[in-house]
């Protein structure tokens, strides 16, 4: 993602990472509507979209003792082609660009790559691995698979063992290996195919499917729609990681299942689950990091893969600004700024999720045949269909991350309404998400914005010989209306730079801002 805000700007980029390519496990399975509307500002929004299931599969979210037997709750969300329809006819928290896309980070990965070799400034290394790297006053040196590579700027996008992050002498701050029934401890992760689950369950099918028994939790989203999964559960004490091979991995899906179907392996991979981290530095000079690199997510909430992404929004624009001919500005020290405090936010909900989800605990009769297990069925169904709404409905968490008091924003002394994860109140008072707004025409108010400044006029719009600026007049009362001003200045990250009734002030403060 960095080397495409990079590259889309001309800044000469070397990605490098060692793997040979980009991910074959799934991982991330969750694209958030504000990572949606950034593939929708780079152009391939709907590239991202056709991706993962089939176009009519639901994204129910779906609990149940084991998938072949009781279904507990059930939380209802579209398919992606209902999203592209439904996304037009929504206000209030859901008034967006796009709606959220549930699909595995290996696909997704694709197009970010592909997108980014199309660029003539950038140049994608794998196999490619940085041993080491000194910073100079001018420049960074890299050895990378034992050649010399000379930059300006390094950032470390380079996971949970950033080296990078390591070399710098930043740690990691807050909690870690927190125990939880679930979700807090050694995971297993099995990417399989399982080819005959949509005959043989006895339910519709849902995006995730979360298993609720005392003898094997899990979750399994969906990968294809047609049979593979993405299946994560929590290792029992007396379970050795060293010692599960493929049978051993498949037995675990089974249990899952609740019937003896088929499971075939593709892939196997531990992790843990039960870290809130948050890195005590995100830049210094000429080296920053970004991604779990920065923070360490337990995935409830689905906000990491997406919390890496804004990093990577964040700093791609300013470093392209720094590069061209800012140095004087306060662009580069807004990063850390904006995306340290963003990220123990974000870790901090991640982690309520977490708690919510994994220290609820079946009861001995959850599968019993008998009145108290149909009780606790009850019970359980009650109290995870909240869970489910309160975890997968979350435009307050996505659209509501805010930059106050940072030196890339201009404050106009108002204050944003209150926060909270399940709604978002639209508002432009600078330093959050623009207002977005269907125009009469069928466009969105975010199509209008430039690649770079955007100067949204409700007012007389003035003339700016500004190349990095795009004027958009908007004689639009509605607009007006939503924005509580005749002008807002838009950063290129799509962030409300600053708002007010003068033009010449609003020029004035995008000198400022850019140094
Ligand atoms: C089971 C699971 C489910 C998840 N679900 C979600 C979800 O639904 N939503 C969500 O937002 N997030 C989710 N996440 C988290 C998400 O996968 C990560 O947050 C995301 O991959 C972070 O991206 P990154 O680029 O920062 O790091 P990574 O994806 O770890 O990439 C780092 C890269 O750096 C490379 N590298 C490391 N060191 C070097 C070196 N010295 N030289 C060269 N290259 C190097 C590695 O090869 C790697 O490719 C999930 C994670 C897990 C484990």
């Known amino acids: 993602m960095l080397a495409?805000?990079?590259?889309?700007?001309?800044?000469?980029?070397?990605?490098?990472?060692?793997?040979?390519?980009?991910?074959?496990?799934?991982?991330?399975?969750?694209?958030?509507a504000r990572t949606m509307e950034h593939y929708r500002r780079l152009g391939f929004a709907d590239e991202i979209r056709k991706l993962g299931m089939p176009e009519d599969f639901p994204t129910d979210i779906a609990y149940f003792t084991r998938f072949a037997k009781h279904e507990l709750a059930r939380f209802r969300l579209p398919s992606s082609r209902e999203a592209r329809q439904l996304i037009t006819t929504l206000a209030g928290s859901w008034s967006a660009a796009e709606l959220p896309h549930r699909v595995a980070?290996?696909?997704?990965?694709?197009v970010l790559r592909r997108h980014a070799e199309r660029l003539p400034s950038v140049t994608v290394r794998y196999a490619c691995r940085v041993n080491?790297?000194?910073?100079?006053?001018?420049?960074?040196?890299?050895?990378?698979?034992?050649?010399?590579i000379r930059t300006a700027y390094l950032v470390g996008a380079d996971g949970p063992r950033s080296l990078v992050r390591q070399k710098m002498s930043w740690r990691y701050a807050g909690e870690t290996g927190v125990a939880r029934d679930f979700v807090g401890g050694r995971m297993?992760?099995?990417?399989?195919?399982?080819?005959?689950?949509?005959?043989?369950?006895?339910?519709?099918?849902?995006?995730m499917n979360v298993s609720f028994n005392r003898e094997r939790r899990s979750f399994m989203p969906a990968v294809d729609g047609r049979g593979e999964f993405a299946f994560h559960t929590q290792l029992k004490p007396h379970e050795d990681e060293a010692a599960i091979d493929d049978a051993g991995a498949a037995a675990m899906v089974r249990q899952a299942i609740g019937a003896p179907l088929r499971v075939e392996v593709l892939a196997r991979d531990t992790w843990t689950a039960g870290h809130a981290l948050v890195a005590e530095r995100f830049a210094e000079g000429r080296v920053f990091i970004a991604g779990d690199a920065a923070h360490l997510f337990t995935p409830t909430g689905g906000l990491g893969y997406n919390t890496a992404v804004e990093d990577a929004v964040n700093l791609g624009w300013k470093l392209a600004a720094v590069i061209k001919g800012c140095p004087g500005s306060p662009l580069l020290e807004s990063y850390e700024a904006e995306r340290k405090a963003l990220a123990e936010r974000n870790t901090a909900y991640a982690r309520k999720f977490a708690d919510s989800l994994g220290n609820f605990q079946p009861v001995a009769e959850i599968e019993d045949e008998t009145p108290a297990g149909e009780a606790a069925r009850r019970h359980a169904g009650e109290y995870l269909a909240a869970h489910g709404r309160a975890e997968f409905n979350i435009p307050g968490i996505t659209f509501g991350g805010r930059y106050d008091g940072s030196p890339a924003i201009v404050s106009d002394g108002s204050s944003p309404?209150?926060?909270?994860?399940?709604?978002?109140?639209?508002?432009?008072?600078?330093?959050?998400r623009p207002p977005h707004l269907w125009l009469p025409d069928g466009r969105s108010l975010y199509d209008l914005f430039g690649f770079e400044w955007t100067l949204l006029c409700m007012g007389e719009a003035p003339a700016a010989d500004d190349s990095n600026l795009k004027v958009v007049p908007l004689q639009n009362g509605a607009v007006r209306d939503l924005y509580g001003a005749d002008y807002a200045l838009i950063r290129p990250d799509q962030i409300v730079a600053w708002r007010g009734n003068d033009a010449r002030a609003a020029l004035r403060a995008l000198e400022k801002l850019r140094g």
């Open 188 to 207: 297993y992760a099995v990417y399989c195919r399982v080819p005959d689950f949509y005959r043989e369950i006895p339910h519709p099918p849902a995006w």
């Open 4 to 32: 495409n805000e990079l590259g889309r700007r001309g800044i000469a980029t070397v990605l490098l990472d060692q793997k040979p390519g980009t991910a074959f496990n799934p991982q991330a399975n969750a694209t958030q």
């Open 132 to 148: 080491a790297f000194q910073v100079h006053e001018s420049h960074v040196e890299a050895d990378v698979n034992g050649q010399k």
């Open 417 to 432: 309404p209150p926060e909270s994860a399940n709604t978002y109140v639209p508002t432009a008072c600078p330093g959050g």
């Open 105 to 110: 980070q290996k696909f997704v990965e694709l």
